[in-house]
């Protein structure tokens, strides 16, 4: 096992535009994370997963953001209808038990024109 | 809303030098963790302190959490270009939801 996956790794879209970013965790974490950062800034919690059940959503992440985790495996993260204000690294992160360390992908950097 | 602070935001030293980063919060975590993210990568997790007032090294870089568990910092010793990055810490409480603080980002000039 190579580590957490996310695809793509750079994302440039029109404002307005849908968008959908896949994270592949260590096969056998059972925790999976979302977060959001800014240049400069620290990741910001969007939301989690145990197994494939979405346990928490942070405030951040409005109507427009919806995040899956189908099988319990891999997770997307769409975007509909893309702002500008929406421009940044999506990082997703992956974990044994609840608490224990996280381990983060490259992340994905999304650019909205 | 960043629950943590981080200071300085940015920190730019000659090799050798030692610095020390804070992590500060009115809230109480039941721990906290210390990264290191590198331009374009994910952040990788250094350590985890649990207990007030535990101290834990590893190599140049020692870390300590506060006794009242709301605070924490990192001491690196005798910094080496290596050592370039944004340093992070994270608290949680619940294992659940982590709160990352605003980041410090050093450079260690050769």
């Known amino acids: 096992d190579t580590g957490v996956s996310q695809d793509p790794r750079h994302k440039i879209t029109k404002r307005g535009q849908n968008v959908t970013f896949r994270c592949d965790p260590i096969s056998e974490h059972n925790r999976l994370y979302w977060y959001r950062q800014t240049l400069g800034q620290g990741p910001e919690f969007l939301t989690y997963f145990q197994n494939e059940a979405q346990l928490e959503k942070s405030r951040l992440l409005s109507d427009r953001f919806s995040a899956e985790r189908p099988k319990g495996s891999f997770s997307t993260l769409e975007i509909q209808r893309t702002e500008q204000g929406d421009s940044a690294m999506y990082l997703c992160?992956?974990?044994?038990?609840?608490?224990?360390?996280?381990?983060f992908g490259p992340g994905t950097r999304l650019t909205v024109l | 809303t960043q629950l943590l602070e981080q200071s300085p935001q940015f920190l730019s030293i000659q090799e050798g030098e030692n610095l020390t980063v804070y992590c500060n919060s009115s809230s109480v975590f039941s721990s906290l963790q210390w990264y290191r993210q590198e331009p374009g990568e994910g952040p990788v997790l250094l350590v985890t302190v649990v207990t007030g007032g535990e101290v834990k090294k590893l190599k140049r870089l020692t870390f300590q959490f506060g006794d009242a568990r709301k605070d924490s910092s990192l001491h690196i010793t005798a910094a080496q270009p290596g050592d370039t990055g944004l340093y992070l810490c994270a608290g949680t409480n619940t294992g659940n939801q982590f709160y990352f603080g605003t980041g410090t980002s050093l450079t260690v000039i050769p």
């Open positions: 992160a992956s974990s044994y038990i609840p608490g224990s360390e996280q381990f």
